[in-house]
Protein backbone atom coordinates (compact mmCIF):
# COMPACT_ATOMS: atom_id res chain seq x y z
CA UNK A 1 0.00 0.00 0.00
CA UNK A 2 2.80 2.22 0.93
CA UNK A 3 4.45 1.87 -2.58
CA UNK A 4 0.85 3.39 -3.99
CA UNK A 5 0.70 5.90 -2.00
CA UNK A 6 -1.18 5.16 1.06
CA UNK A 7 0.11 5.67 4.91
CA UNK A 8 -0.80 4.06 7.96
CA UNK A 9 -2.68 6.38 10.17
CA UNK A 10 -1.09 7.01 13.57
CA UNK A 11 -4.33 7.58 15.80
CA UNK A 12 -5.64 3.86 13.84
CA UNK A 13 -3.58 1.03 12.60
CA UNK A 14 -6.54 -0.36 10.20
CA UNK A 15 -6.79 3.13 8.37
CA UNK A 16 -5.06 3.81 5.39
CA UNK A 17 -4.69 7.42 3.68
CA UNK A 18 -3.57 8.92 0.89
CA UNK A 19 -4.23 12.87 0.48
CA UNK A 20 -3.40 14.06 -3.28
CA UNK A 21 -4.59 17.83 -4.25
CA UNK A 22 -7.55 18.28 -1.82
CA UNK A 23 -8.62 14.80 -2.57
CA UNK A 24 -8.63 12.29 0.19
CA UNK A 25 -8.91 8.27 -0.18
CA UNK A 26 -9.36 5.84 2.85
CA UNK A 27 -8.76 2.20 2.83
CA UNK A 28 -10.40 0.95 6.38
CA UNK A 29 -9.53 -3.01 6.98
CA UNK A 30 -10.83 -5.52 9.53
CA UNK A 31 -8.87 -9.03 8.55
CA UNK A 32 -10.58 -10.12 5.87
CA UNK A 33 -13.41 -7.07 5.22
CA UNK A 34 -12.47 -3.60 4.20
CA UNK A 35 -13.93 -0.44 3.50
CA UNK A 36 -12.78 1.59 0.61
CA UNK A 37 -14.15 5.20 0.51
CA UNK A 38 -13.12 9.28 0.00
CA UNK A 39 -13.82 12.18 -2.18
CA UNK A 40 -12.26 11.13 -5.52
CA UNK A 41 -13.89 8.73 -7.50
CA UNK A 42 -11.01 7.95 -9.90
CA UNK A 43 -8.69 7.37 -7.00
CA UNK A 44 -11.34 5.03 -5.54
CA UNK A 45 -11.59 2.97 -8.87
CA UNK A 46 -7.69 3.23 -8.88
CA UNK A 47 -7.50 1.56 -5.48
CA UNK A 48 -10.03 -1.05 -6.09
CA UNK A 49 -8.74 -2.21 -9.49
CA UNK A 50 -5.08 -2.05 -7.68
CA UNK A 51 -6.42 -4.72 -4.62
CA UNK A 52 -8.16 -6.95 -7.10
CA UNK A 53 -4.80 -6.89 -8.84
CA UNK A 54 -3.24 -8.26 -5.58
CA UNK A 55 -5.93 -10.37 -4.03
CA UNK A 56 -8.69 -12.28 -4.55
CA UNK A 57 -11.36 -10.36 -3.88
CA UNK A 58 -15.37 -9.24 -3.91
CA UNK A 59 -16.95 -5.87 -4.99
CA UNK A 60 -19.85 -6.15 -2.95
CA UNK A 61 -21.13 -2.60 -4.07
CA UNK A 62 -21.81 0.34 -1.97
CA UNK A 63 -21.61 -0.15 1.23
CA UNK A 64 -24.56 -1.44 3.20
CA UNK A 65 -23.18 -3.73 6.57
CA UNK A 66 -20.51 -3.80 8.01
CA UNK A 67 -18.82 -5.07 11.25
CA UNK A 68 -22.48 -5.38 12.84
CA UNK A 69 -23.47 -1.67 11.19
CA UNK A 70 -25.82 -1.11 9.15
CA UNK A 71 -25.61 1.69 6.95
CA UNK A 72 -28.68 3.38 5.29
CA UNK A 73 -28.79 6.28 3.17
CA UNK A 74 -31.84 9.02 2.06
CA UNK A 75 -32.18 12.32 0.98
CA UNK A 76 -31.23 13.30 4.62
CA UNK A 77 -28.51 12.03 4.63
CA UNK A 78 -26.74 8.57 6.09
CA UNK A 79 -27.60 6.87 9.11
CA UNK A 80 -26.34 3.94 10.85
CA UNK A 81 -27.62 1.31 13.31
CA UNK A 82 -27.14 -1.93 14.70
CA UNK A 83 -30.70 -3.24 14.19
CA UNK A 84 -29.65 -6.57 12.90
CA UNK A 85 -26.60 -6.90 14.92
CA UNK A 86 -28.81 -6.22 18.33
CA UNK A 87 -31.48 -8.96 17.03
CA UNK A 88 -28.98 -12.03 16.48
CA UNK A 89 -27.85 -10.99 20.13
CA UNK A 90 -31.64 -11.09 21.38
CA UNK A 91 -32.13 -14.32 19.11
CA UNK A 92 -28.92 -16.05 20.50
CA UNK A 93 -29.77 -15.28 24.17
CA UNK A 94 -33.48 -15.24 24.11
CA UNK A 95 -33.15 -12.07 26.87
CA UNK A 96 -31.84 -8.32 27.06
CA UNK A 97 -27.76 -8.58 26.87
CA UNK A 98 -26.25 -5.45 28.99
CA UNK A 99 -22.84 -3.94 28.20
CA UNK A 100 -20.83 -3.87 31.25
CA UNK A 101 -19.12 -0.16 32.01
CA UNK A 102 -15.07 -0.30 32.72
CA UNK A 103 -14.85 -0.03 35.96
CA UNK A 104 -11.64 2.69 37.66
CA UNK A 105 -8.77 0.56 39.28
CA UNK A 106 -9.25 2.62 42.19
CA UNK A 107 -11.72 2.98 44.79
CA UNK A 108 -13.10 6.97 44.55
CA UNK A 109 -13.54 8.25 47.88
CA UNK A 110 -16.09 10.90 47.02
CA UNK A 111 -18.48 11.21 43.81
CA UNK A 112 -15.93 14.57 42.52
CA UNK A 113 -13.09 12.27 42.55
CA UNK A 114 -14.86 9.77 40.71
CA UNK A 115 -15.87 12.72 38.29
CA UNK A 116 -12.08 13.27 37.93
CA UNK A 117 -11.31 9.62 37.12
CA UNK A 118 -14.15 9.97 34.22
CA UNK A 119 -13.16 13.80 33.10
CA UNK A 120 -9.32 12.81 32.84
CA UNK A 121 -10.31 9.15 30.55
CA UNK A 122 -12.88 11.45 28.65
CA UNK A 123 -10.60 14.15 27.55
CA UNK A 124 -7.43 11.47 26.45
CA UNK A 125 -10.70 9.53 24.20
CA UNK A 126 -11.76 13.13 22.84
CA UNK A 127 -7.74 14.17 21.96
CA UNK A 128 -7.54 10.66 20.16
CA UNK A 129 -10.71 11.17 17.76
CA UNK A 130 -9.32 14.96 17.35
CA UNK A 131 -5.93 13.51 15.77
CA UNK A 132 -7.71 10.77 14.02
CA UNK A 133 -10.36 13.73 12.37
CA UNK A 134 -7.01 15.79 11.67
CA UNK A 135 -5.63 13.10 9.87
CA UNK A 136 -8.90 12.54 7.95
CA UNK A 137 -8.99 16.31 7.10
CA UNK A 138 -11.91 17.35 9.49
CA UNK A 139 -9.73 20.55 11.37
CA UNK A 140 -11.83 22.17 14.05
CA UNK A 141 -9.85 25.36 16.11
CA UNK A 142 -12.86 25.51 18.34
CA UNK A 143 -12.70 23.65 22.13
CA UNK A 144 -13.36 20.02 22.89
CA UNK A 145 -16.65 20.23 24.97
CA UNK A 146 -16.94 18.06 27.83
CA UNK A 147 -20.37 18.44 29.75
CA UNK A 148 -20.04 18.16 33.20
CA UNK A 149 -22.76 18.22 36.31
CA UNK A 150 -20.98 18.13 39.31
CA UNK A 151 -20.50 21.95 39.96
CA UNK A 152 -17.67 21.21 42.60
CA UNK A 153 -15.23 19.33 40.06
CA UNK A 154 -16.27 21.79 37.38
CA UNK A 155 -14.91 24.55 40.18
CA UNK A 156 -11.56 22.19 41.25
CA UNK A 157 -10.71 21.79 38.09
CA UNK A 158 -10.82 25.57 36.92
CA UNK A 159 -8.35 26.41 40.03
CA UNK A 160 -6.92 23.56 41.40
CA UNK A 161 -5.86 25.25 44.98
CA UNK A 162 -4.24 22.64 46.86
CA UNK A 163 -6.15 20.62 49.80
CA UNK A 164 -5.85 17.83 51.55
CA UNK A 165 -9.31 16.25 50.02
CA UNK A 166 -7.90 16.24 46.11
CA UNK A 167 -3.96 15.79 46.61
CA UNK A 168 -4.63 11.94 45.92
CA UNK A 169 -6.20 12.56 42.62
CA UNK A 170 -3.71 15.76 41.80
CA UNK A 171 -2.20 14.28 38.91
CA UNK A 172 -5.84 13.94 36.88
CA UNK A 173 -6.51 17.64 38.04
CA UNK A 174 -3.34 18.91 36.65
CA UNK A 175 -3.59 16.97 33.43
CA UNK A 176 -7.49 18.77 33.39
CA UNK A 177 -6.15 22.05 34.01
CA UNK A 178 -3.59 21.75 31.31
CA UNK A 179 -6.24 21.28 28.45
CA UNK A 180 -8.34 23.91 29.89
CA UNK A 181 -5.58 26.23 29.78
CA UNK A 182 -4.46 25.61 26.42
CA UNK A 183 -8.12 26.08 25.18
CA UNK A 184 -8.61 22.78 24.12
CA UNK A 185 -11.10 21.35 25.97
CA UNK A 186 -13.81 22.93 27.65
CA UNK A 187 -15.73 22.00 30.96
CA UNK A 188 -18.90 24.24 31.09
CA UNK A 189 -21.07 23.15 33.81
CA UNK A 190 -24.82 21.91 33.14
CA UNK A 191 -27.87 20.59 34.99
CA UNK A 192 -27.89 16.85 36.14
CA UNK A 193 -31.29 16.48 34.16
CA UNK A 194 -29.27 17.75 30.58
CA UNK A 195 -26.78 15.25 31.56
CA UNK A 196 -26.69 13.02 27.92
CA UNK A 197 -24.25 10.62 29.44
CA UNK A 198 -27.06 9.35 32.01
CA UNK A 199 -28.82 7.62 28.77
CA UNK A 200 -25.65 5.18 28.89
CA UNK A 201 -25.02 4.56 32.94
CA UNK A 202 -28.76 4.77 34.85
CA UNK A 203 -31.87 3.58 34.87
CA UNK A 204 -34.03 6.32 33.64
CA UNK A 205 -38.06 6.60 31.84
CA UNK A 206 -39.23 6.34 28.76
CA UNK A 207 -39.82 9.58 28.51
CA UNK A 208 -36.54 10.43 29.40
CA UNK A 209 -34.76 7.94 26.98
CA UNK A 210 -36.40 9.52 24.21
CA UNK A 211 -35.42 13.13 24.95
CA UNK A 212 -32.18 12.20 25.46
CA UNK A 213 -32.60 9.99 22.07
CA UNK A 214 -33.27 13.16 20.22
CA UNK A 215 -30.90 15.80 21.85
CA UNK A 216 -28.30 13.22 20.72
CA UNK A 217 -29.72 12.98 16.83
CA UNK A 218 -30.72 8.99 16.91
CA UNK A 219 -33.82 8.43 15.58
CA UNK A 220 -35.72 4.94 14.89
CA UNK A 221 -35.00 4.58 10.79
CA UNK A 222 -37.60 1.93 11.27
CA UNK A 223 -40.33 4.02 12.31
CA UNK A 224 -43.28 4.10 9.59
CA UNK A 225 -43.20 7.81 8.34
Given at each position: ???????????????????????????????????????????????????????????????????????????????????????DLLRETGNLVTWRSKKQNVIARSSVEAE?????????????????????????????????????????????????????????????????????????HIRSEDQLADILTKAISSREFLKLLSKL?????????
Open positions: MRAFGYHQNSSDHTLLLKKNQGEITTLIVYVDDMVVTGNGPEEREALQGYLSREFKMKDLGPLKYFLGIEVSRSNKGIFLSQRKYDLFRGIARGVCEALWLRLLLQDLGCVSKQPIKLYCDNKVACDIAHNPVQHDRTKHVEIDIFFIKEKLDEKIVELPGIWDIYVPT
